[in-house]
């Protein structure tokens, strides 16, 4: 009877050694996938910042905010303040980064009358405004970041 009860007692405890290596193994596994994930995402977003400091006059005063990176559609979006040809700061504009690289800056909505110029500026930026809303800001997994230099 002493023997059955060390025998139970003994696999008892060798299969909750097993268990419980095997929950930690599952869960080292997940925290290695997150961390792999985060990595691409960080990835892709200084990708996206990178295509717009390429196509500033001055790439250095570049200012970040709200940078997001769509991996379902592989366009980016967010806010950039730069310095101009005189070396002011423009103001924050917001950006959008197609899947093939390409960049596009908020154009200026139109004021006052309209005239057939100002209708053309004005479907250029309800364009801008429905290519971010759907590529960058839709659904999809997304990374937002904070504010950096």
Do not use: H
Request: charged share 25%; proline share 2%; hydrophobic share 35%.
């Amino acid at each position: 009877m002493k023997k059955k009860l060390v025998w139970v007692s003994g696999l008892t405890l060798v299969f909750a050694c097993v268990g419980v290596g095997t929950s930690y193994w599952n869960k080292r596994q997940v925290e290695i996938e997150q961390a792999k994930l985060e990595e691409r995402k960080k990835a892709s977003v200084e990708k996206v910042r990178n295509l717009v400091r390429a196509s500033l006059k001055d790439p250095g005063s570049a200012i970040f905010q709200d940078v997001v990176y769509n991996e379902e559609t592989q366009a980016g979006c967010g806010f950039v303040n730069a310095k101009n040809s005189f070396g002011g700061y423009v103001g924050r504009k917001m950006f959008f980064v197609s899947r093939n690289g390409q960049v596009e800056f908020e154009q200026k909505t139109p004021e006052g009358t309209m005239t057939v110029e100002k209708l053309g500026a004005l479907a250029n930026a309800i364009g801008f405004n429905n290519k971010v809303q759907a590529d960058c800001l839709g659904q999809a997994k997304e990374l937002r970041s904070s504010k950096s230099p």
